[in-house]
């Protein structure tokens, strides 16, 4: 793997677990804990600054209860979380009228454009 390569994955993969983290509202500490290590190395994971041992692969795993594809599964959901946020952005300042109409457009395209 080259350095660029092993970089880019610390740095994706200390993103997922801080995504992980803070959507089960949990502290560094609070995961620490669960998984056995120091605070700070959970921050040097989230930071990218280190990468785990496969004991504290397993143990991130379990504790947030999960597979490995979904552990690794950087692509997905940062996607995911653009376009949530996109729908977001854009219903804010919707009246009730106007987001009712936007979700039967919603439902409309997806009964027409299945996968």
């Known amino acids: 793997m080259s350095e660029i390569n092993a970089e ?3 740095k994706d993969f200390g993103k997922r677990i801080k995504a992980l983290r803070t959507a089960r509202k ?3 500490a609070e995961l620490a804990e669960l998984v056995g290590v120091e605070a700070l190395a959970i921050s040097r994971i989230e930071n990218g600054d280190h990468f785990v041992k496969a004991e504290t692969l397993e143990a991130l795993k379990n504790a947030f209860n999960i597979s490995y594809t ?3 599964d ?3 959901k940062e996607q995911e979380d653009g376009r949530i946020k996109t729908l977001i952005a854009h219903c804010k300042d919707m009246d009730d009228k106007a987001f009712e109409y936007f979700l039967l457009c919603i439902k409309a395209y997806k009964k ?3 996968a």
């Open 8 to 10: 880019c994955l610390k």
């Open 112 to 114: 027409t454009h299945r």
């Open 74 to 76: 950087f692509d997905s």
């Open 70 to 72: 979904e552990l690794f």
């Open 26 to 28: 949990l502290s560094q």
